[in-house]
């Protein structure tokens, strides 16, 4: 099984930064896909950022440039640095893992609210 916790959110004035920590534990690998997800009131939850085991990172185009993704395979940890918040930024964020031969079984975090004020 596999657990993540995420930490690091919470109140920010735009422009503003946080970063956010998901640490797992369980049976990880350094080759599980990681990202962050984050779903605001009413909508859908999207993909933020994602990273592979090898580093490679990709983001969605609402975030690129302001975010960075990054991960530390010794500690089973995913970072994500948010900068030049915007309060459309304002959501409840998830850290994702997925395993499986296809990547196709995913695990969730609790998530942790960011709140952009303008």
């Known amino acids: 099984q596999v657990q993540l916790v995420e930490s690091g959110g919470g109140l920010v004035q735009t422009g503003g930064s946080l970063r956010l920590t998901c640490a797992g534990s369980?049976?990880?690998?350094?080759?599980?896909?990681m990202g962050w997800y984050r779903q605001a009131p009413g909508k859908q939850r999207e993909l933020v950022a994602s990273i592979t085991g090898g580093g490679r990172a990709s983001y969605a185009a609402s975030v690129k440039g302001r975010f960075t993704i990054s991960r530390d395979n010794v500690k089973n940890t995913v970072y994500l640095q948010m900068n030049s918040l915007r309060p459309e930024d304002t959501a409840v964020y998830y850290c994702?893992?997925?395993?499986?031969?296809?990547?196709?079984?995913?695990?969730w975090g609790q998530g942790t609210q960011v709140t952009v004020s303008s």
């Open positions: 994702n893992l997925k395993t499986g031969y296809f990547s196709d079984i995913d695990f």
């Open positions: 369980g049976t990880i690998s350094h080759i599980n896909p």
